[in-house]
């Protein structure tokens, strides 16, 4: 069986290999992403995931992330992470995932302020 843990793992690498097809098959169909504060999803669903990383990030030769910490508490992780790519400074966001059945069913992602 695949831990929580492999499964965030494994979409982790294959974001920095932008590796898309890799990628979005952590993600369930239903897959629904929140940019917090945001009480509202910004996705909705496996295609529009796709359609999102493919034209807005991966896309991007310099796009990749580093993980500085990560935890685990049942069937969620959480990771701190550094992404480079997206502006002239690095970003900073706190990525918490929540895993049913084997796959990502809903990401919130806390930018730094």
Not at 1 to 22: C, K
Not at 37 to 57: D, H, L, N
Not at 70 to 86: P, S
Not at 92 to 109: F, N, R, V
Request: glycine share 6%; charged share 20%.
């Amino acid at each position: 069986m695949v831990t929580p843990v492999e499964i965030v793992q494994r979409q982790f690498d294959a974001y920095n290999a932008h590796d898309l097809e890799g990628f979005v098959a952590s993600y369930s169909d239903s897959i629904k992403v929140f940019r917090m504060p945001s009480s509202e999803p910004t996705i909705t669903s496996k295609a529009q995931f796709s359609e999102f990383y493919a034209t807005k990030r991966f896309n991007i030769p310099g796009l990749r992330a580093a993980l500085l910490a990560r935890m685990c508490v049942g069937n969620k992780v959480v990771d701190h992470e550094r992404i480079w790519g997206l502006g002239e400074q690095t970003v900073d966001i706190i990525a918490a995932y929540e895993i049913t059945d084997g796959l990502i069913s809903t990401m919130w992602i806390f930018p730094a302020t």
